[in-house]
């Protein structure tokens, strides 16, 4: 079954204890994205990747880490979690050139930090 | 970089009757929009979506017009269900990059 996953669901952290979350596609995708998504604001990208070794920030990327060493993994890590970090977070993928730019979202990860 | 107004936040409507969400984009070169329904704890999935080369583009119930020239667009839906009670995202984007920007998304409320 093609599909995002993501793990953990749900994490509950203290401030200032690094944490990854990981993300993975079977779909071959070229471009992955991690957003963050607050009541009110909407989805916010945090950094995306264009393919292996190459990512980028995106709109909030402060306090945030990414790596795409595969095409198919792209974990997100938070080396000192804060209590701003408090989030809902999805990750996507998408297949580049194919016709279709539709984003696949995994189920999500709710991260508490305290 | 690009930035998407999506209104309204809420918008509550009776069953049968037809909802419509509104969003504008201030860049130029984004050709790619698409729509996104969030139901309460899944992820967002893609309900529809438009290219610049198109006005108007329709499945079903719903439907999505472009106006290029105001930037905006809009999610039209039609004889709404409770089914249809979710979170809905506009987003614009090139097509060419991938990278899209989201609106901050209308809670629609049907009531049966």
């Known amino acids: 079954e093609a599909q995002v996953t993501q793990n953990p669901r749900y994490l509950i952290t203290v401030t200032g204890k690094k944490l990854t979350v990981t993300c993975s596609q079977n779909m071959n995708h070229e471009y992955m994205s991690w957003y963050r998504q607050d009541p009110g604001l909407g989805l916010r990208q945090i950094y995306y990747s264009m393919n292996v070794e190459v990512t980028d920030k995106g709109d909030v990327p402060e306090g945030y880490k990414v790596s795409r060493k595969e095409k198919r993994n792209f974990p997100l890590i938070l080396e000192s979690p804060s209590p701003n970090q408090t989030s809902l977070y999805f990750c996507?993928?998408?297949?580049?050139?194919?016709?279709?730019?539709?984003?696949?979202f995994g189920p999500g990860t709710r991260l508490t930090v305290l | 970089g690009e930035n998407v107004e999506q209104h309204p936040s809420t918008l509550s409507v009776q069953e049968g009757d037809s909802a419509v969400i509104k969003c504008t984009y201030s860049?130029?070169?984004?050709?790619?929009f698409p729509w996104y329904k969030q139901e309460l704890g899944k992820r967002p999935q893609l309900i529809i979506d438009?290219?610049?080369?198109?006005g108007e583009k329709k499945d079903q119930r719903i439907a999505v017009t472009l106006n290029k020239t105001a930037k905006h667009f809009s999610l039209h839906i039609t004889e709404t269900q409770p089914e249809d009670s979710a979170v809905y995202f506009c987003?614009?984007?090139?097509?060419?990059?991938?990278?899209?920007?989201f609106g901050k998304g209308t809670m629609l409320l049907v009531s049966p």
């Open positions: 860049d130029s070169a984004s050709n790619y």
């Open positions: 438009i290219r610049s080369n198109v």
């Open positions: 987003a614009a984007g090139n097509s060419g990059y991938s990278t899209l920007t």
């Open positions: 996507a993928s998408t297949l580049r050139g194919g016709g279709s730019n539709e984003q696949f």
